[in-house]
């Protein structure tokens, strides 16, 4: 397998356990310790992924902790806020999410470049979201 497929296949990897640590794992008063934890597992198996690839496993390293901490921040904000308008309670989304996490790293080991993909929804997300959320109350703020 060649170098870009390798990495390819190791982001979608990444992102899927970053997502899955993200749904499953409480988010807390402090997630930045959340978003850490995710990117050291999320770079331990995108290396393992580069080294079943032959690949060097540094490479690996630096796009699992960057896949992991993005897919942990912006999917467990994303499981929060669902979690507070559902009706069944935060195991459900949790549930979904996490079985489209697996289905996000299957299909990055069958068809690597699916994970850029996911990389550039992941983000799209997290930047509608952060839009979204400074529109909320621009309305409320003081004019002088």
Do not use: H
């Amino acid at each position: 397998m060649d170098f870009f497929l390798a990495i390819c296949q190791a982001l979608g990897i990444a992102l899927a356990v970053g997502a899955l640590v993200g749904a499953v794992v409480p988010r807390g008063d402090n997630p930045a310790f959340l978003e850490l934890g995710a990117a050291f597992v999320a770079a331990v198996a995108a290396a393992l992924s580069m080294s079943a690839d032959d690949q060097t496993i540094i490479a690996g390293i630096v796009a699992g902790a960057i896949g992991g901490w993005l897919g942990a921040r912006v999917i467990s904000a994303l499981v929060l806020g669902a979690a507070r308008r559902a009706q069944g309670g935060p195991g459900s989304i949790a549930l979904i999410v996490a079985v489209a996490a697996l289905v996000l790293a299957g299909l990055s080991i069958l068809l690597p470049p699916v994970s850029l993909l996911a990389l550039l929804a992941v983000g799209w997300l997290g930047i509608a979201r952060r839009r979204r959320a400074e529109r909320k109350y621009e309305g409320l703020r003081i004019l002088r």
